[in-house]
């Protein structure tokens, strides 16, 4: 009886993927007409820029016959919005902080301009379907510079004493180059590469599951099939495991698990099968947007604005309405001691799954048993401090590299990790095992021409909300000297390591700060200062975790969006979006896409003819 069970499934399974696999439904399609246009000139202007990126809540700036109210203003937030409002929506999106753009959002101090969370993006070669996403969202204004052949370098142990091995672009010149650096490895690279590229030919079931109907997921999560396909079967193996499977060398080890930090979890605690997405995201290579991260926020705005909608700044939200019926209707905003109140027929959050279901919601609907189900899955990801340099000089003067490092202490790095994350405040500023050192204005071709003579430096490592905890209620840039120090100690000890890597800084800077866990809670109003949302653990990469939440929630008309919805990083909260956006428009927008794309390709070929 149980064959004729799964046989039955899965034949239900495949007539769902071909319905799902049609495009159309309730609403016209974003992607109707190709809306690329010849990039215009980069726009530096700061009063013209401000227009765009800093438009302060008011409510006379609030439109009329809103279709949808987006909360927050994040990459996951404002892609929605501009994919709503090519469907010829009317959407208003609201942000907390002053500037637009959550972790996209760049600022400016001592004439310096800083990057806050866009560091390098994958798979934006000329002919992919996510370049292809971007720019029918930017309408082709946003452009993309390639980062070096060689874009990560991995240091283990001390930069000059210890080793350091290029990571390479290029499906087959990644592991060629690991070959080439670990010669008598090559059984072992073999598998990590057949491991990877198995992985990431399964990728699209995290859409799949998110997509199809709750109760065919819920089948096909019970069924046994999944557990065949090999996304589901690595997804429950962490990465250590896997890595000590394959090699004895420790060094080899931990190359083959270096990328974790851009999703925020210890290899022992890590999914193989995450790992794999984001290595299978920069095989092609990396890229940075030209202008800076600011202008991806630059060129989504206007879209939204074009058909009446508008995004503002300076807009907390203090909580969701709901109507007599229990539906999303509304949001509450704070402009100055008074409430506004906004109505909509669509609701969606891009302020994370713990902000929107714990702060934004009334306790009535918080207790709803499919929101608990998902509280009860979902974990704080890990805090994040960066510390931001200005320098005096040009990145030829100063030996600056377009390329990132990441450095580490030693070569065991879930050892590494887990002894600093354990340890107490005072122990981890002394012990800090990883850094991740990036060079904006190195990699971006417009640099010299905005900011010539200058340079910057961003560098990034975990710390433990915790270790921050007790200054939470004060006021930001006046929590007092005790905190101010234990930030330096930070600070410094970091500095001291950078110094070995780039050693000609050393007495060239001007301006140098320190982010903590709660300079994240306060900025981009992460509950502890996580840098990629709902911690991207073995048990949120399982089948019925991807299952469960959803972009519809148990909330009528209330949508999640962005990294917590699909997962971390610029390109999860572009896929966040368009999950979201497909469930509010009623029609597979990915479908939509592909057709587009096709279509373009077509009269491009018969243009050439």
Request: aromatic share 8%; hydrophobic share 40%.
């Amino acid at each position: 009886m149980w064959p004729y069970a799964v046989l039955f499934l899965a034949l239900l399974l495949l007539l769902l993927l071909a319905r799902l696999l049609r495009a159309g439904g309730g609403g016209p399609s974003p992607f109707a007409a190709d809306a690329r246009r010849p990039p215009a000139p980069l726009v530096t202007d700061k009063a013209a820029r401000r227009t765009v990126v800093k438009t302060v809540f008011s409510a006379d700036k609030v439109p009329e016959g809103l279709d949808a109210i987006v909360v927050g203003s994040g990459m996951g937030g404002l892609a929605a919005a501009g994919t709503l409002a090519k469907a010829g929506k009317r959407v208003l999106v609201l942000e907390q902080h002053g500037k637009l753009g959550g972790c996209c959002h760049t600022f400016t101090e001592k004439g310096f301009e800083f990057d806050t969370g866009i560091h390098y993006v994958g798979q934006m070669q000329e002919g992919s379907v996510t370049r292809f996403m971007v720019d029918q969202l930017t309408e082709g204004q946003l452009e993309w510079a390639r980062l070096p052949a060689v874009y990560d370098a991995v240091v283990l142990g001390e930069p000059g004493r210890g080793r350091t091995y290029r990571i390479h672009s290029g499906k087959e010149e990644y592991f060629q180059g690991l070959k080439e650096q670990f010669p008598g490895e090559e059984t072992a690279i073999d598998e990590f590469e057949r491991l990877v590229k198995s992985v990431g030919r399964g990728t699209v079931l995290v859409g799949v599951l998110k997509m199809i109907p709750r109760v065919v997921a819920t089948l096909l999560c019970r069924s046994g099939l999944l557990p065949r396909q090999p996304f589901c079967r690595l997804a429950s193996r962490s990465l250590k495991e896997v890595v000590e499977g394959l090699t004895a060398n420790q060094e080899l080890r931990a190359v083959f698990s270096y990328i974790f930090p851009t999703y925020g979890v210890v290899p022992s605690k890590a999914s193989f099968s995450m790992h794999s997405i984001l290595v299978n995201h920069f095989l092609h290579g990396a890229w940075y947007p030209k202008g800076g991260a600011g202008e991806i926020v630059f060129h989504t705005v206007p879209v939204i604005r074009k058909t009446g909608g508008n995004v503002l700044g300076k807009a907390p939200v203090q909580s969701i309405l709901l109507d007599s019926q229990g539906k999303a209707c509304g949001v509450s905003v704070k402009k100055g001691q008074d409430l506004v109140n906004i109505f909509a027929p669509i609701i969606i959050s891009d302020a994370g799954i713990f902000n929107t279901y714990e702060r934004l919601l009334p306790a009535e609907a918080r207790a709803l048993p499919e929101i608990q189900s998902q509280l009860r899955m979902a974990t704080h990801g890990e805090g994040g401090f960066t510390v931001f340099v200005g320098l005096n000089g040009s990145r030829e003067e100063l030996g600056l590299e377009p390329t990132n490092y990441f450095m580490y202490s030693g070569n065991d790095l879930d050892e590494i990790m887990n002894r600093y994350l354990a340890s107490s405040r005072e122990e981890a500023a002394k012990n800090i095992p990883l850094l991740f050192v990036t060079c904006p204005s190195a990699k971006d071709p417009t640099w010299e021409m905005r900011h010539p003579g200058k340079s910057t430096l961003a560098i990034v490592t975990f710390a433990k909300y915790e270790w921050f905890e007790e200054w939470k209620d004060k006021q930001v840039n006046k929590r007092g000297d005790d905190y101010e120090e234990l930030k330096k100690t930070f600070v410094d000890a970091i500095m001291q390591a950078v110094f070995k890597l780039y050693p000609r800084i050393e007495d060239r800077i001007e301006y140098i700060s320190g982010g903590t866990p709660l300079t994240n809670q306060h900025y981009i109003a992460s509950p502890k200062g996580e840098i990629y949302g709902m911690d991207h653990s073995i048990a949120r990469l399982q089948a019925k975790a991807i299952a469960t939440v959803r972009a519809q929630t148990a909330i009528p008309n209330l949508y999640l969006t962005g990294q917590d919805l699909c997962l971390g990083g610029f390109m999860g909260a572009l896929q966040g979006a368009f999950i979201c956006a497909s469930a509010v428009l009623k029609r597979n927008l990915y479908v939509d896409v592909v057709q587009l794309k096709k279509r373009t390709q077509a009269t491009n070929s018969k243009k050439r003819d």
